[in-house]
């Protein structure tokens, strides 16, 4: 069939199943707008700004566990998306990012809104292309999409010249993909699997650290199975809330800079960490020299650059998740494992002895406790995206995960405005759900235009800004350790939240007191449109339990400490 290249990339997408493409058009992808106008296919949400619109795609396929699709032009719309796109590569989301390319003929001569989009994704995505030849087209979409999706998940980059969509050519879109040096491994070793149960079945205090690759390999039941079975308790990184479920008794809760005091001492004491897809970020261990020093270390991940990259690995299994650690639950009839109930109950012990908790107040709001009456008003049936800072903390220490994907964020980037945005893309993935963005009221300015693409596409995104007029979490680290030179964190200057997003079309409020929350929070579930609930909190209130940078986990500062 002759199409042209224009119409290959919206066959192509329809033949790779895409439903939601999020986009801003332009001068260079003008050709493939046109025949969106077209197709009937798949929806096409305009956002009103490329970083919005790979941040949609992003919480899109964090909803989902789909690929995300964004399309935007060349020049400043690909300059605008690379944040974006380097948000993804850091977290892991499989993404497909389609730009366009001034006309090839142009290409090397500062053309107008010409940029080297191939050199400056290189580093941030996990592949790219630029297409240079018509028929190479369907081919390269189809490797995008398989890249993407397989492996360590992550973005890949699409880059078309304006002459290439127009050129005309046969359409053949390949069944399958060939490429030769891409063959990430999917099955375990045995011997090694078969070692790292001896192990797990030798050691007095083992712990299961759990990482966003048990939300990206769809295992996170297999990972409850294991931990129940054996009786190993689990903790997990930012990127794994509601891998374990609030009400498991095997978790211990977040571990890291703001983790729990038991998940912390659990991996400064245990003898044999067992890392299920995490890859020892520096927010996790503090000081590397002594994270975990005790313990020997089963590292399991998909790629075998994260193996050892960190640590000293004695256990290393290069394979999928899912597939790992189902070897690991078949297995366990053959192993005689030791009784680890004295270390879950002095663990558990750690849990009382510094539970995780904040100082209510009924004179002030206290900025978790909107976090802790959401789960208790919305729970299971709202999917929670964050933007940065400390309401994103509080929002992973204090709201109750129940399952995979119901949690959102910007972890490895650690991207202010990603929050409204991301909750879109969850709002469209999910509408059975109730899409809810806990932001501060400086991340929500940084893509508050995407308002209006909230307000034309009935996505009723509730955002519940957590005020209290300040940076918040740069103006922690001020008051700490820079003897409270409160440089550049003041926020008193602040729009009218409430009239910016009636402006906008949406609704809303501010609440002083816990009754108006509750109000305003029923009041905006039931109108089913774009709404801002500005909690005005108490403003000097600090993000604990907190591992001050360069010390180990244990040496943290707690809730009462002098250093509060």
């Known amino acids: 069939m002759k199409m042209t290249g224009a119409k290959m990339v919206t066959e192509s997408l329809k033949n790779e199943g895409v439903e939601v493409v999020f986009g801003y058009p332009g001068g260079a992808i003008m050709n493939v707008y046109d025949e969106i106008y077209k197709q009937t296919h798949f929806e096409h949400i305009l956002t009103r700004h490329e970083q919005a619109a790979i941040h949609a795609a992003e919480g899109y396929a964090k909803a989902t566990g789909?690929?995300?699709?964004?399309?935007?032009?060349?020049?400043?719309?690909f300059t605008n998306a690379v944040t974006g796109l380097a948000d993804a590569y850091m977290d892991?989301?499989?993404?497909?990012?389609?730009?366009?390319?001034?006309?090839?003929?142009?290409?090397?001569?500062?053309?107008?809104?010409?940029?080297?989009?191939?050199?400056?994704?290189?580093?941030?995505?996990?592949?790219?292309?630029?297409?240079?030849?018509?028929?190479?087209?369907?081919?390269?979409?189809?490797?995008?999409?398989?890249?993407?999706?397989?492996?360590?998940?992550?973005?890949?980059?699409?880059?078309?010249?304006?002459?290439?969509?127009?050129?005309?050519?046969?359409?053949?879109?390949?069944?399958?993909?060939?490429?030769?040096?891409?063959?990430?491994?999917?099955?375990?070793?045995?011997?090694?699997?078969?070692?790292?149960?001896?192990?797990?079945?030798?050691?007095?205090?083992?712990?299961?650290y759990i990482g966003g690759g048990a939300i990206l390999s769809n295992c996170a039941y297999e990972i409850r199975e294991l931990a129940e079975k054996l009786n190993i308790p689990a903790v997990e990184t930012l990127m794994a809330r509601g891998v374990m479920g609030h009400t498991n008794p095997l978790l211990l809760g977040m571990l890291g800079m703001h983790g729990e005091y038991a998940a912390n001492m659990a991996a400064h004491e245990t003898d044999l960490l067992i890392s299920l897809g995490a890859r020892f970020d520096d927010r996790v261990t503090g000081r590397l020299d002594?994270?975990?020093?005790?313990?020997?270390?089963?590292?399991?991940?998909?790629?075998?650059?994260?193996?050892?990259?960190?640590?000293?690995?004695?256990?290393?299994?290069?394979?999928?998740?899912?597939?790992?650690?189902?070897g690991m639950i078949d297995s366990i009839g053959e192993f005689e494992f030791n009784d680890y109930s004295n270390w879950v109950a002095l663990l558990r012990d750690y849990r009382v002895q510094h539970p995780l908790a904040f100082i209510d107040s009924d004179i002030k709001i206290k900025p978790q406790w909107p976090i802790v009456r959401v789960g208790?008003?919305?729970?299971?049936?709202?999917?929670?995206?964050?933007?940065?800072?400390?309401?994103?903390?509080?929002?992973?220490?204090?709201?109750?995960?129940?399952?995979?994907?119901?949690?959102?964020?910007?972890?490895?980037?650690?991207?202010?405005?990603?929050?409204?945005?991301?909750?879109?893309g969850v709002a469209k993935a999910r509408p059975d759900k109730v899409s809810i963005n806990f932001t501060g009221d400086g991340s929500i300015l940084m893509n508050i235009q995407e308002l209006m693409t909230c307000v034309e596409q009935k996505l009723p995104v509730i955002n519940i800004i957590l005020n209290n007029n300040y940076l918040g979490m740069v103006r922690q680290w001020q008051t700490m350790f820079y003897e409270n030179r409160l440089s550049q964190t003041d926020l008193s200057a602040q729009p009218d939240f409430v009239k910016l997003v009636e402006a906008f079309g949406g609704i809303g409020y501010r609440v002083t007191t816990k009754k108006e929350f509750d109000d305003a929070l029923k009041d905006a579930m039931e109108k089913k449109i774009v709404a801002m609930i500005e909690v005005i909190v108490d403003r000097n209130e600090e993000v604990l339990p907190m591992v001050p940078n360069g010390h180990a986990l244990n040496e943290m500062m707690l809730l009462g400490d002098n250093n509060e």
């Open 66 to 77: 789909k690929v995300g699709v964004s399309i935007v032009t060349s020049g400043p719309g």
């Open 92 to 208: 892991s989301i499989p993404l497909v990012v389609i730009t366009g390319q001034v006309p090839t003929t142009i290409i090397g001569t500062d053309g107008f809104q010409e940029i080297d989009a191939v050199g400056i994704s290189r580093p941030c995505t996990k592949h790219n292309y630029l297409v240079n030849k018509l028929e190479d087209l369907p081919r390269i979409i189809k490797e995008a999409f398989h890249i993407a999706s397989t492996g360590r998940p992550g973005p890949v980059h699409v880059d078309i010249p304006k002459d290439i969509t127009a050129e005309v050519g046969d359409y053949i879109y390949p069944e399958e993909v060939n490429l030769p040096t891409y063959k990430p491994t999917v099955n375990y070793n045995k011997k090694q699997l078969k070692r790292a149960m001896q192990a797990i079945a030798k050691a007095k205090k083992p712990l299961l």
């Open 290 to 326: 002594e994270f975990a020093k005790k313990a020997k270390v089963i590292h399991i991940d998909i790629d075998p650059a994260s193996i050892a990259k960190l640590v000293h690995t004695n256990f290393p299994i290069v394979g999928d998740l899912k597939v790992t650690i189902q």
């Open 376 to 424: 208790e008003l919305v729970g299971d049936n709202a999917i929670i995206s964050t933007d940065v800072g400390q309401h994103q903390m509080w929002s992973a220490q204090f709201y109750p995960f129940s399952y995979p994907r119901q949690w959102n964020t910007s972890g490895g980037l650690g991207t202010m405005g990603f929050g409204l945005p991301g909750a879109m």
